[in-house]
């Protein structure tokens, strides 16, 4: 679950709102040089490549049992595609299958900043970090406000 914090800048006294970690359908990635997070949706709108086994008594219409997809056959995405998906979030609920390693990186171009930068997985465990617009400051305090998904 992902937690919302009122930032408060240690230099110059402007506030923010940040986000911080992951939430129900996205995974959070923060920029190494600007600190910008960028949220990707958790699912590839697909059928999962491992396939599922549901027990015939749970199956429903859009919940029944089908068998691994082969490598060749898994779907992929045009850039156009991958950016429609990204543009409706509602859509993000969707989907069953892991991005590859190729697709996040294209994902966090998309949505990423202009500092071709590299991004890294927002952890659980790490500390929320920002940068202020105002002053370019990171030294920030950081008060919990809420819990956010």
């Not at 790490?126 to 819990?147: A, G, H, I």
């Amino acid at each position: 679950m992902a937690e919302i914090y009122k930032a408060i800048c240690k230099n110059c006294s402007s506030e923010k709102s940040v986000l911080w970690g992951d939430g129900m359908y996205y995974i959070q990635y923060q920029c190494s040089n600007c600190l910008k997070t960028v949220g990707i949706p958790r699912h590839a709108p697909r059928p999962n490549r491992e396939g599922r086994e549901v027990p015939k008594f749970l199956e429903k219409d859009s919940f029944y049992s089908y068998p691994p997809t082969p490598i060749e056959e898994i779907i992929r995405f045009t850039d156009a595609e991958l950016e429609e998906h990204l543009s409706n979030h509602v859509a993000w609920q969707n989907g069953d299958d892991e991005w590859d390693e190729f697709e996040v990186k294209k994902i966090l171009q998309i949505r990423g900043c202009k500092c071709s930068s590299a991004f890294e997985r927002v952890s659980r465990d790490s500390s929320p970090s920002t940068k202020c617009e105002s002053c370019n400051s990171v030294d920030f305090q950081m008060t919990l406000d809420k819990l956010a998904d």
